[in-house]
Protein backbone atom coordinates (compact mmCIF):
# COMPACT_ATOMS: atom_id res chain seq x y z
CA UNK A 1 0.00 0.00 0.00
CA UNK A 2 1.45 3.20 -0.99
CA UNK A 3 1.13 5.55 2.11
CA UNK A 4 0.17 8.73 0.98
CA UNK A 5 0.33 10.41 3.97
CA UNK A 6 3.41 8.32 5.01
CA UNK A 7 4.95 12.05 5.35
CA UNK A 8 2.35 13.37 7.15
CA UNK A 9 2.25 10.26 9.76
CA UNK A 10 6.09 10.64 9.80
CA UNK A 11 5.57 14.21 10.97
CA UNK A 12 2.78 13.56 13.69
CA UNK A 13 5.07 11.14 15.28
CA UNK A 14 8.02 12.94 15.13
CA UNK A 15 5.99 15.54 16.75
CA UNK A 16 4.40 13.32 19.24
CA UNK A 17 8.54 12.46 20.03
CA UNK A 18 9.17 16.03 20.71
CA UNK A 19 5.96 16.76 22.83
CA UNK A 20 5.90 13.21 24.90
CA UNK A 21 7.44 14.75 28.45
CA UNK A 22 6.28 11.89 30.48
CA UNK A 23 5.64 7.90 30.09
CA UNK A 24 2.16 8.01 29.04
CA UNK A 25 1.14 6.86 25.45
CA UNK A 26 0.99 9.33 23.19
CA UNK A 27 -1.74 8.36 19.93
CA UNK A 28 -2.41 10.14 17.19
CA UNK A 29 -5.05 8.61 14.88
CA UNK A 30 -6.03 9.20 10.99
CA UNK A 31 -9.14 10.38 10.89
CA UNK A 32 -11.64 8.31 8.48
CA UNK A 33 -13.43 9.85 5.61
CA UNK A 34 -16.25 8.86 3.88
CA UNK A 35 -17.35 5.68 5.44
CA UNK A 36 -15.10 3.05 3.39
CA UNK A 37 -16.25 -0.32 1.63
CA UNK A 38 -16.71 -3.71 3.51
CA UNK A 39 -13.46 -5.39 4.41
CA UNK A 40 -13.11 -8.94 5.34
CA UNK A 41 -9.65 -9.59 4.67
CA UNK A 42 -6.14 -8.23 4.72
CA UNK A 43 -2.19 -8.87 4.24
CA UNK A 44 0.74 -7.29 5.82
CA UNK A 45 2.60 -4.72 3.62
CA UNK A 46 5.82 -5.50 4.25
CA UNK A 47 8.13 -8.89 5.16
CA UNK A 48 8.27 -9.55 9.19
CA UNK A 49 11.75 -8.50 10.12
CA UNK A 50 12.58 -12.19 11.70
CA UNK A 51 13.45 -13.07 8.12
CA UNK A 52 16.15 -9.90 7.68
CA UNK A 53 19.29 -11.28 9.08
CA UNK A 54 20.74 -7.98 9.77
CA UNK A 55 17.79 -6.46 11.98
CA UNK A 56 18.71 -6.12 15.31
CA UNK A 57 17.23 -8.21 18.07
CA UNK A 58 15.37 -5.85 20.00
CA UNK A 59 13.55 -4.46 16.96
CA UNK A 60 12.69 -8.03 15.84
CA UNK A 61 11.52 -8.83 18.98
CA UNK A 62 8.93 -5.77 18.82
CA UNK A 63 8.34 -6.68 15.40
CA UNK A 64 6.98 -10.12 16.42
CA UNK A 65 4.79 -8.09 19.11
CA UNK A 66 3.64 -5.89 16.95
CA UNK A 67 2.40 -8.32 14.33
CA UNK A 68 0.99 -10.43 17.17
CA UNK A 69 -1.38 -7.56 18.72
CA UNK A 70 -2.87 -6.62 15.04
CA UNK A 71 -3.15 -10.33 14.54
CA UNK A 72 -5.39 -10.47 17.71
CA UNK A 73 -7.45 -7.45 17.23
CA UNK A 74 -7.54 -8.27 13.66
CA UNK A 75 -9.44 -11.71 14.15
CA UNK A 76 -11.08 -10.11 17.12
CA UNK A 77 -12.97 -8.17 14.77
CA UNK A 78 -13.52 -11.10 12.66
CA UNK A 79 -11.23 -10.45 9.58
CA UNK A 80 -8.52 -12.74 8.08
CA UNK A 81 -5.20 -12.77 7.40
CA UNK A 82 -4.43 -13.80 3.57
CA UNK A 83 -0.65 -13.96 2.54
CA UNK A 84 -1.36 -12.23 -1.04
CA UNK A 85 -1.35 -8.76 -0.71
CA UNK A 86 -2.77 -8.13 -4.05
CA UNK A 87 -5.49 -10.50 -3.14
CA UNK A 88 -6.72 -8.85 0.16
CA UNK A 89 -9.42 -6.25 0.71
CA UNK A 90 -6.98 -4.29 3.02
CA UNK A 91 -3.39 -4.32 3.43
CA UNK A 92 -1.79 -3.41 6.70
CA UNK A 93 1.45 -1.35 6.81
CA UNK A 94 3.58 -0.17 9.71
CA UNK A 95 6.74 1.32 10.78
CA UNK A 96 8.17 0.52 14.86
CA UNK A 97 10.96 2.31 15.74
CA UNK A 98 13.12 2.37 19.13
CA UNK A 99 14.63 5.71 19.62
CA UNK A 100 17.50 5.66 22.04
CA UNK A 101 17.05 8.81 24.65
CA UNK A 102 20.08 11.19 23.82
CA UNK A 103 20.98 14.08 26.10
CA UNK A 104 23.11 17.21 24.44
CA UNK A 105 25.10 19.57 25.77
CA UNK A 106 24.11 22.85 26.53
CA UNK A 107 26.73 24.07 24.11
CA UNK A 108 24.46 21.83 21.48
CA UNK A 109 20.81 23.18 22.93
CA UNK A 110 20.60 26.78 24.28
CA UNK A 111 17.63 25.03 26.52
CA UNK A 112 19.68 22.18 28.03
CA UNK A 113 20.91 24.42 31.30
CA UNK A 114 17.41 25.48 31.71
CA UNK A 115 16.10 21.79 31.83
CA UNK A 116 18.22 20.64 34.76
CA UNK A 117 20.13 22.06 38.19
CA UNK A 118 20.85 25.37 37.94
CA UNK A 119 23.41 25.52 40.26
CA UNK A 120 25.51 22.33 38.41
CA UNK A 121 29.00 22.57 37.40
CA UNK A 122 29.29 23.46 33.82
CA UNK A 123 29.74 20.81 31.78
CA UNK A 124 27.94 18.26 34.67
CA UNK A 125 24.54 17.85 34.99
CA UNK A 126 21.94 15.60 36.70
CA UNK A 127 19.97 13.43 33.73
CA UNK A 128 16.68 12.35 34.31
CA UNK A 129 15.91 9.46 36.04
CA UNK A 130 15.03 7.46 32.90
CA UNK A 131 18.11 7.94 31.30
CA UNK A 132 18.67 5.38 28.16
CA UNK A 133 14.77 4.66 28.30
CA UNK A 134 14.13 4.01 24.93
CA UNK A 135 11.22 5.80 23.17
CA UNK A 136 9.23 3.46 20.77
CA UNK A 137 7.57 4.70 17.88
CA UNK A 138 5.00 2.66 16.40
CA UNK A 139 2.99 4.30 12.73
CA UNK A 140 0.16 1.82 11.60
CA UNK A 141 -1.85 2.08 8.19
CA UNK A 142 -4.49 -0.05 7.43
CA UNK A 143 -5.87 0.89 3.56
CA UNK A 144 -6.79 -0.60 0.16
CA UNK A 145 -3.63 -1.91 -1.96
CA UNK A 146 -2.13 0.96 -3.12
CA UNK A 147 -5.14 3.77 -1.59
CA UNK A 148 -4.59 6.27 1.12
CA UNK A 149 -4.73 4.77 5.11
CA UNK A 150 -8.25 5.05 6.06
CA UNK A 151 -7.47 3.70 10.02
CA UNK A 152 -4.34 4.18 11.97
CA UNK A 153 -2.23 6.91 12.89
CA UNK A 154 0.87 6.78 14.90
CA UNK A 155 2.05 6.18 18.71
CA UNK A 156 4.66 7.29 21.03
CA UNK A 157 5.80 5.79 24.56
CA UNK A 158 8.86 5.50 26.84
CA UNK A 159 9.65 2.58 27.86
CA UNK A 160 11.34 2.89 31.52
CA UNK A 161 12.12 -0.90 30.95
CA UNK A 162 12.79 -2.45 27.75
CA UNK A 163 14.24 -5.43 28.74
CA UNK A 164 10.52 -6.23 29.99
CA UNK A 165 8.64 -8.18 27.39
CA UNK A 166 5.10 -8.37 28.78
CA UNK A 167 5.14 -4.32 29.40
CA UNK A 168 6.65 -3.74 25.41
CA UNK A 169 3.67 -6.46 24.80
CA UNK A 170 1.05 -4.75 26.81
CA UNK A 171 2.22 -0.76 25.54
CA UNK A 172 2.02 -2.52 22.06
CA UNK A 173 -1.57 -3.44 22.34
CA UNK A 174 -2.76 -0.44 23.97
CA UNK A 175 -1.24 1.56 21.29
CA UNK A 176 -2.95 -0.94 18.66
CA UNK A 177 -6.45 -0.73 20.21
CA UNK A 178 -6.23 2.88 20.29
CA UNK A 179 -5.17 3.48 16.41
CA UNK A 180 -7.45 0.87 15.23
CA UNK A 181 -10.44 2.14 17.62
CA UNK A 182 -12.40 3.11 14.80
CA UNK A 183 -12.17 -0.35 12.54
CA UNK A 184 -15.72 -1.63 12.08
CA UNK A 185 -15.71 -5.28 12.42
CA UNK A 186 -15.31 -7.48 9.02
CA UNK A 187 -18.21 -7.92 6.72
CA UNK A 188 -18.68 -11.57 5.32
Given at each position: ?149 IWGGSA ?33
Open positions: MQFRTLGQLVALALGALALLACDTLDVERVQPGAAPVAFSTYAWGQSSLSEDTGAAAQLVELDEDLRTAVAALMQSRGYRLVNDPTGADMVMDYQVAIIEEEFASEAENSSWEAQFDSNAQRGVVELPSQVGAPRVILTLGLGRPGGRVTKLLARPENAEERRRTLNTAVQELLLDLPAAAY
